[in-house]
């Protein structure tokens, strides 16, 4: 029998690859212009093809916005999705009224369960100057105990979830924002109640890491079990364990192994997704990830019979003109509001991202 690679390296795509438990991760990077007063862009949007534009042209897509780019309400039914903000603005809206603005560093953790309609919009609230857009969108399994858990979200502020920075034996830092997980002795903010991540046994990690130059970070063993990608998605090179890999990479690494990373002569960005994977059978179909094909077929007759608790809003892509300060309205009508937050490890001004 041939070993196993250590390291399997292959260049990202649109999404990116995962694995179990993980289903999808999107790396978003947009360069959106100035904002008009109805926070669309301030540029004829002609030639593209509008409602399913994901083309980049002049730097930015629309994705299935009509006039603000986004995506306007559409169902998910068992799994989970964690976006991660970098840098922009997004507009939260659901099926059980629940609303939200978040942005620079801001993370939201929605548990779709047994099944709610959402949209995600991206406001360009700047009128005099542009407005660029970077985040993560993240597709978390769930097991099928929790498959049909009660719909939830859950914000997790730029400014609670924990940034540690360490130095190497030469002085270089490295800085890890911690998402999801534990890092030195230190636990992210609690995702979602019935989230796979809740459970420790579960060894799920979420982590953003950024390397000065020539900077060392060790990634210490967990399991034999867990799965372990690593997305580097900013800089020239990095090296694991002695192995070069390039830019827009996505190495695929052994759990129960300790991993000695070296970043190149750039500074360096990357995220890091792992955890014990659900030992069950997936079935998936577009927005509905079950267990069986009959359960995808159940999905879709329940979406169109019940529309998931249907859509209390005016259109399907509403957005909420509020300026920069953020909030979260939840299902049991408690809002959480923020004032405007940039934070300093992913502020533009400080070279990220290019």
Known sequence: ???????????????????????????????????????????????????????????????????????????????????????????????FGAAGRYCNGDVQWMT??????????????????????????????????????????????????PVLTSADANGRTSTVRLIAGEWEGRRAPFPSPASWANDPQNHVRILLIRMEPGAEIQIPAVTPTISRNLYFYEGDTIRISGKEILSYTRAVLDGDQDLLIKAGNTRCSLLLLEGEPINEPIAKYGPFVMNTSEEIQDAYRDYRQTEFGGWPWDVPDPIHDIG????????DGHVEERRSYHDPELDEDQGFPT
């Open 324 to 331: 920069e300060n953020r909030f979260a309205k939840y299902i």
């Open 1 to 95: 029998m041939a070993e196993k690679e250590a390291i399997h390296i292959e260049k990202l795509g649109f999404p990116f690859e995962t694995e179990n438990p993980f289903l999808v991760c999107a790396h978003h990077k947009d360069r959106y212009p100035k904002g008009e007063r109805d926070l669309g862009p301030a540029v004829s949007l002609s030639g593209r093809n509008l409602g399913n534009d994901f083309i980049i042209k002049n730097g930015f897509r629309m994705y299935h916005g009509q006039r603000v780019p986004g995506f306007p309400n559409h169902p998910h039914r068992g799994f989970e999705t964690i976006t991660v903000t970098l840098q922009g603005y997004v507009d939260h809206t659901d099926s």
């Open 112 to 161: 779709a369960g047994s099944g709610c309609q959402h949209a995600e919009m991206f406001p360009l609230i700047h009128q005099d100057r542009e407005n660029p857009l970077e985040l993560f969108q993240i597709w978390l399994n769930l097991p099928a105990k929790d498959k049909f858990a009660l719909p939830h979200y859950r914000m997790l502020w730029a400014e609670d979830i």
